[in-house]
């Protein structure tokens, strides 16, 4: 699923910018990182269990940040319609 979030032309990165996403209804799958402090991702996963939206657990954020192509990690990140 990485392989994915990697080509995606169509995507976000970090908490904020995934979380408008799921509100706006234009995230179509989300990734989480699991080490990512909890009252970072729980108000997130609470919002995608509400919407319907399908989670990617992913292990680290660094292993997050590689796939979004940027040189931090990163908590969060999703695909948008396109």
Not at 65 to 70: D, H, K, P, S, Y
Request: glycine share 6%.
């Amino acid at each position: 699923m990485l392989e994915k979030l990697k080509s995606a032309k169509n995507k976000v990165v970090g908490t904020k910018q995934t979380t408008k996403a799921v509100d706006k209804g234009k995230a179509t799958l989300v990734f989480v990182a699991d080490d990512a402090e909890s009252r970072i991702k729980d108000p997130l996963l609470k919002k995608c269990e509400e919407k319907s939206i399908k989670v990617i657990h992913v292990t680290t954020m660094k292993e997050l940040g590689e796939a979004c192509g940027i040189s931090v990690g990163a908590a969060a990140a999703a695909l948008l319609d396109e």
